[in-house]
């Protein structure tokens, strides 16, 4: 029977290490003494992007004093907004059906943008579609439609239909469109290669990969993001609602502009009730249809 | 010593380790052998606080490291250094940074965060590269090394913890024979070299028996043996793996260097 060794130095590692120094610095210069210039870039960048913010800032006017001065008005529209009200039986009926238009719009628009966007991500992948061309063009068109936000969709859409939630829909749809065909064009541009070789090697053609080897690896992914913009949509669909298009923010801006404050904290109360809502919801739906496994939006 | 004090694991109603009980004397090289699912995993990584025993004590020289949090516990981890069958670097860093990770309980934290690395520490990472013959990756990515080259890394990422122990979960688990060899020639360098306990899950049995002083054998959950390697017979054998053991036994692989350099056996 061998006796275990003793207990190990613990630097015997160390004074090894240490007695190679020299010896290492001669072999690997870029390694202990590495050229200065990549941190001196890192701090140039550093620096570069806090004088833009200093200049910014000044460039924009901004204020201390007048945030200071403005303080004591916020205070005022709290005091004015309590206690929260909603008037009285015949408007809360009104607020609850704006606030399921507003769910409706959101609802609607992001299903017809995923419906959309699916064949767009696939056209726009380019390990789907190996056409430089096809790739370019699909991706430049997905950009340029994403470079007009859902609000100024919203006054597109209102000019061409009229007021109303039918143009909140097709705003979001359109905006969401553009965010959707990027999206998940990346998943798929992101995917593990070997299902798909395992699909082709045994004679599948191009449709056969993207059925078996593609959309079983994307569609959780794509059905995570699209939760994710129903829950922000939400939001949206608020916000594009005091241009006109619909739901509770229309509402909401009447009751701003009227200076109805109780009702109008009434308002923000629900909305931020029925998003909280919708977030848990949500994210019991992602976790129970993907399972633990992280998934990224990007 | 290391004293593993009836330790069971479970998970929801099933056992993964079942009333488990070893000590192990510093200096030797452990081999843990079972089918997959016997627990071997469980076991080691609960040794390094990755897991946490459902009832039963390790102690190390009298301490219980189970009831370690904070600062004790991620000293406690730094001195038993794991290695993993997927390597688990961080595929884009480079190797030499995946390598200083192991030096981060060693450095002030600030510095560390800032990448501020000693050149003192900058020579213990290189020296240990160097050893296993990579060190001219040293500035490259680790997710462009090979499979080999990466358990490597890792194994070299363990030794510039200081460790007293090793932990080594299935290492060659993913690597063709010939890195199956490197790999365990380092692990058997470290051990003789350093005087580093080496615990060193293994599927395959010859294996086991060439490089280890000392053989646990799983199942189960359940240590079913525990003896030098000579006391496994085929009975034992087919017991712990049973119609599988012909599978685990055939493709001798020999260390390299002599058979001089063999290690004694080391009774239980």
Same mark, same amino acid.
């Given at each position: 029977?061998?006796?275990?060794?003793?207990?190990?130095?613990?630097?015997?590692?160390?004074?090894?290490?240490?007695?190679?120094?020299?010896?290492?610095?001669?072999?690997?210069?870029?390694?202990?003494?590495?050229?200065?210039?990549?941190?001196?870039?890192?701090?140039?960048?550093?620096?570069?992007?806090?004088?833009?913010?200093?200049?910014?800032?000044?460039?924009?006017?901004?204020?201390?004093?007048?945030?200071?001065?403005?303080?004591?008005?916020?205070?005022?529209?709290?005091?004015?907004?309590?206690?929260?009200?909603?008037?009285?039986?015949?408007?809360?009926?009104?607020?609850?059906?704006?606030?399921?238009?507003?769910?409706?719009?959101?609802?609607?628009?992001?299903?017809?943008?995923?419906?959309?966007?699916?064949?767009?991500?696939?056209?726009?992948?380019?390990?789907?579609?190996?056409?430089?061309?096809?790739?370019?063009?699909?991706?430049?068109?997905?950009?340029?439609?994403?470079?007009?936000?859902?609000?100024?969709?919203?006054?597109?859409?209102?000019?061409?239909?009229?007021?109303?939630?039918?143009?909140?829909?097709?705003?979001?749809?359109?905006?969401?469109?553009?965010?959707?065909?990027?999206?998940?064009?990346?998943?798929?541009?992101?995917?593990?290669?070997?299902?798909?070789?395992?699909?082709?090697?045994?004679?599948?053609?191009?449709?056969?990969?993207?059925?078996?080897?593609?959309?079983?690896?994307?569609?959780?992914?794509?059905?995570?993001?699209?939760?994710?913009?129903?829950?922000?949509?939400?939001?949206?669909?608020?916000?594009?609602?005091?241009?006109?298009?619909?739901?509770?923010?229309?509402?909401?801006?009447?009751?701003?502009?009227?200076?109805?404050?109780?009702?109008?904290?009434?308002?923000?109360?629900?909305?931020?009730?029925?998003?909280?809502?919708?977030?848990?919801?949500?994210?019991?739906?992602?976790?129970?249809?993907?399972?633990?496994?992280?998934?990224?939006?990007? | 010593?290391?004293?593993?004090?009836?330790?069971?694991?479970?998970?929801?109603?099933?056992?993964?380790?079942?009333?488990?009980?070893?000590?192990?004397?510093?200096?030797?090289?452990?081999?843990?052998?079972?089918?997959?699912?016997?627990?071997?995993?469980?076991?080691?990584?609960?040794?390094?606080?990755?897991?946490?025993?459902?009832?039963?004590?390790?102690?190390?020289?009298?301490?219980?490291?189970?009831?370690?949090?904070?600062?004790?516990?991620?000293?406690?981890?730094?001195?038993?250094?794991?290695?993993?069958?997927?390597?688990?670097?961080?595929?884009?860093?480079?190797?030499?940074?995946?390598?200083?990770?192991?030096?981060?309980?060693?450095?002030?934290?600030?510095?560390?965060?800032?990448?501020?690395?000693?050149?003192?520490?900058?020579?213990?990472?290189?020296?240990? @590269?160097?050893?296993?013959?990579?060190?001219? !990756? $040293?500035?490259?990515?680790? +997710?462009? &090394?090979? /499979?080999?080259? *990466?358990? %490597?890394?890792?194994?070299?990422?363990?030794?510039?913890?200081?460790?007293?122990?090793?932990?080594?979960?299935?290492?060659?688990?993913?690597?063709?024979?010939?890195?199956?060899?490197?790999?365990?020639?380092?692990?058997?360098?470290?051990?003789?070299?350093?005087?580093?306990?080496? @615990?060193?899950?293994?599927?395959?049995?010859? !294996? $086991?028996?060439?490089?280890? +002083?000392? &053989?646990? /054998?799983?199942? *189960?959950? %359940?240590?079913?043996?525990?003896?030098?390697?000579?006391?496994?017979?085929?009975?034992?054998?087919?017991?712990?793996?049973?119609?599988?053991?012909?599978?685990?036994?055939?493709?001798?692989?020999?260390?390299?260097?002599?058979?001089?350099?063999?290690?004694?056996?080391?009774?239980?």
């Amino acid at each position: 029977m061998k006796p275990a060794s003793p207990p190990a130095p613990p630097d015997v590692l160390r004074t090894q290490a240490l007695q190679q120094r020299p010896a290492l610095a001669v072999a690997y210069p870029q390694i202990f003494a590495p050229s200065p210039w990549r941190r001196l870039l890192t701090l140039a960048i550093i620096a570069g992007a806090l004088g833009l913010m200093i200049f910014a800032v000044w460039q924009l006017d901004f204020s201390w004093s007048r945030i200071w001065g403005g303080i004591g008005k916020l205070g005022d529209f709290v005091t004015h907004m309590f206690p929260p009200s909603y008037g009285n039986e015949a408007r809360l009926v009104l607020y609850l059906k704006a606030l399921g238009e507003t769910l409706a719009i959101a609802f609607l628009g992001t299903l017809l943008a995923a419906i959309f966007a699916f064949p767009m991500g696939f056209l726009a992948a380019s390990n789907v579609v190996a056409n430089r061309l096809v790739h370019i063009l699909s991706r430049r068109f997905l950009d340029s439609i994403r470079a007009v936000d859902t609000l100024i969709w919203a006054l597109i859409w209102i000019n061409v239909v009229g007021l109303g939630p039918f143009a909140g829909v097709l705003a979001i749809m359109t905006s969401d469109f553009g965010a959707f065909g990027k999206l998940f064009s990346e998943a798929l541009e992101n995917l593990d290669r070997k299902a798909g070789e395992g699909v082709t090697s045994s004679g599948g053609n191009a449709l056969h990969r993207i059925r078996f080897a593609l959309i079983p690896q994307v569609i959780p992914i794509f059905f995570s993001q699209v939760l994710y913009y129903f829950e922000s949509n939400t939001r949206s669909a608020t916000i594009i609602g005091i241009v006109g298009a619909g739901g509770i923010g229309s509402v909401l801006s009447e009751r701003i502009r009227e200076n109805e404050w109780p009702e109008v904290a009434f308002l923000v109360l629900l909305i931020l009730l029925i998003v909280a809502i919708i977030d848990q919801v949500s994210s019991r739906l992602r976790l129970s249809f993907i399972g633990q496994r992280n998934v990224t939006f990007s | 010593m290391l004293v593993i004090d009836k330790v069971t694991k479970r998970y929801g109603g099933k056992a993964a380790v079942d009333n488990a009980s070893l000590e192990i004397p510093h200096g030797q090289f452990v081999g843990v052998i079972g089918r997959s699912g016997a627990g071997k995993s469980t076991l080691l990584r609960m040794i390094n606080r990755l897991q946490e025993p459902s009832e039963g004590r390790i102690l190390h020289d009298g301490r219980d490291i189970t009831a370690l949090s904070g600062q004790a516990l991620r000293d406690w981890r730094q001195s038993c250094a794991m290695i993993f069958q997927q390597f688990n670097l961080v595929d884009r860093l480079d190797v030499l940074t995946n390598v200083l990770v192991g030096r981060l309980n060693h450095v002030p934290a600030l510095r560390a965060l800032a990448r501020m690395w000693s050149q003192d520490d900058l020579a213990i990472a290189m020296s240990a @590269l160097d050893q296993f013959d990579i060190a001219p !990756l $040293a500035s490259q990515r680790a +997710d462009s &090394l090979s /499979g080999g080259q *990466q358990q %490597r890394v890792a194994i070299a990422r363990a030794l510039v913890q200081e460790p007293q122990f090793l932990l080594a979960d299935e290492p060659i688990a993913s690597l063709d024979p010939r890195n199956t060899r490197i790999v365990m020639d380092a692990l058997l360098r470290i051990n003789r070299h350093y005087g580093i306990t080496v @615990l060193c899950n293994l599927h395959s049995l010859d !294996l $086991a028996r060439t490089y280890c +002083d000392r &053989l646990v /054998g799983m199942a *189960q959950g %359940r240590i079913v043996f525990d003896d030098v390697p000579q006391a496994l017979t085929q009975h034992v054998a087919r017991e712990l793996y049973g119609l599988e053991a012909d599978d685990v036994m055939d493709s001798p692989v020999t260390p390299e260097g002599s058979a001089a350099e063999l290690p004694d056996a080391v009774t239980a």
